[in-house]
């Protein structure tokens, strides 16, 4: 099958993720007071100030004490409430770890875990204010789900699921308007990737908002060297789609990654582990933030300073295809 | 139940305590001592629980923070019917659910427990869903003394204030001791009392191995309208057999077969002597 997207301006724009959260869930909320939102002073950079305007009984705000924000939520959702954690992922994923693991996974009270400006969102504030840490300790837990949406369509998604989801799941996005990636036909779930692109030639797989410039290097692909890939959006990093990954393997095409997050203990190793132990040969390079002290500026500066970014990914795949690909004169 | 025969209760779950903590070889033997009579008192004179409808939603809450007593907890759930007894000949055995701290694995347990600082967090959210359901359940936490500097514990504590939740109940397992000394020597926190009254709590005393004492306090809440409830059980490492009371070695210490006669001995002639 031919690449489905075609230029770079056809794409349309949509709004921050995080505000498809916000929106989404004062929708929940509207039809179920059981819907309990947990913040920790985080509700202007949550947008959820109009949330607890309309729905004040059905947010709770502890103050700046992540460990609590994610105890007490434990405690909510044990007494059968569906409770939205909210916090920074950088505060979220570090300081409350202890209690995301025991709290929340091992006694598993279906706590939403929601990490907001997630990656390098906060590009500008340093390493305090990353996350690049959070799929690699996240899925190191047993009985937690991972999930970082790419989209409008799937953050929305994602956050109708889990309201109805009765085990514990940790989904993260930023705060920067993302593009509509997605055929409208297309269901949602979770734990099964969504193909945006279908070629032959190369597999890109990103997750969240690594997903888009993976879309526009594979536009770049198409249009310079006539390369057809496949790009994934792999929004459940954990349970991954391994069918998906086995049908792409079986492809013998390169597999490219690209995650917001260290090229440690993320999506590219999730990847890695489950293909190379399953005896792939397929030609794989991990894509993400180096194991360095983190370079600031905005999200897309880091990107573009880590190749995170249409050009960035255009020469590593060319690099993974060794030459195995013609130009295509315009 | 008479007041006579659940004192004589406190002493057969010392003996069963020692017991499986003997036979297991491993153990918080200090600690369980210290606050099986607080246990006693809660799950046969307080708790609002049935062992035959534990899931009720109205039911009273207890979550163990110290959850290293696990001993004390698994005997009284036990003995009020919660499990066969003669499970607990598995504790701590290859794949056993009876291990060294609570999880929901074990029938009647609320909450998987062990690390130190996470009980009364939880039991904040349990209190605030109470209230916004408008139920009258109370919810109750034991804490340690060791685990007391943890700060998710006066983080908790703010937010129970805060939200002025009055059907929450901690109580201070005060025996004064933790695994390398006193209180005092390892992280001094006194003074207890004034602190949580400074956190916006009500706090009470109260002698920790008063079967009766403990019942009025516990059955008398909210000390305060709108205040969350402290009680400071002073209780003794080790209580009720003679060579651990206050000792320090048996926080996790096990008897060998000798001392192991000596305590069910002297337990023997305590339950006598009632
Ligand atoms: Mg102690």
Known sequence: MDVQVKETKELVMGKPNLEVFSATLQDLAAGDQDIIVVTSDSRGSGKLVPFGQKYPKQMVEVGIVEQNLVGVAAGLASAGKKVFAVSPACFLTARALEQIKNDVAYSDNPVKLIGISAGVSYGALGTTHHSLHDYAVCRAINNLMVVAPADNVETEQSIRLAAALDRPIYIRFGKKPMPFLHAEDQTFEFGKARMITDGKDLAIIGTGETVHPALLAAQQLEAQYGIKTSVVSMHTIKPLDTELLDKLSARGCPILTVEEHMVHGGLGEACASYLFQKGCTNKFRIMGIPDEYTVTGSQVEIFDHYGISAPGITSVALDLLDGNFRMVKK | ?274
């Open chain 2, 1 to 274: 139940m008479t007041d006579r025969e659940l004192q004589q209760k406190s002493v057969q779950l010392r003996k069963k305590l020692l017991k499986y903590i003997y036979q297991a070889k491993a153990g918080h033997t200090g600690g369980s001592l210290s606050c099986i009579d607080i246990l006693n008192v809660l799950y046969n004179r307080v708790l609002n629980i049935d062992p035959d409808d534990f899931k009720n939603p109205d039911r009273d809450r207890y979550i163990q923070s110290k959850g290293h007593s696990v001993e004390a907890l698994f005997v009284t759930l036990a003995d009020r019917g919660f499990f066969p007894e003669s499970d607990l000949e598995t504790l701590c055995q290859y794949q056993s659910h009876y291990i060294g701290h609570p999880t929901k694995k074990v029938r009647g347990v609320e909450q998987n427990t062990g690390a130190l600082g996470h009980g009364l967090p939880i039991c904040v959210g349990e209190s605030l869903a109470a209230k916004m359901d408008h139920k009258s359940h109370r919810i109750f936490t034991l804490l340690g003394d060791g685990e007391l500097p943890e700060g998710s514990n006066w983080e908790a504590m703010l937010i129970a204030a805060h939200y002025k939740l009055d059907n929450l109940y901690a109580i201070l397992d005060y025996n004064k001791q933790q695994i390398t000394g006193s209180n005092q020597e390892v992280m001094n926190t006194e003074p207890i009392k004034d602190k949580v009254e400074a956190f916006g709590w009500s706090v009470k005393e109260v002698d920790g191995h008063d079967l009766k004492a403990l019942e009025d306090v516990l059955n008398n809440g909210p000390f305060a309208e709108g205040k969350p409830n402290f009680i400071i059980a002073h209780t003794i490492k080790g209580k009720g057999i003679s060579y651990m009371e206050g000792v320090l070695k048996w926080h996790h210490g096990v008897p060998n077969e000798e001392l192991y006669a000596q305590a069910q001995k002297e337990l023997d002639d305590l339950e006598l002597a009632l």
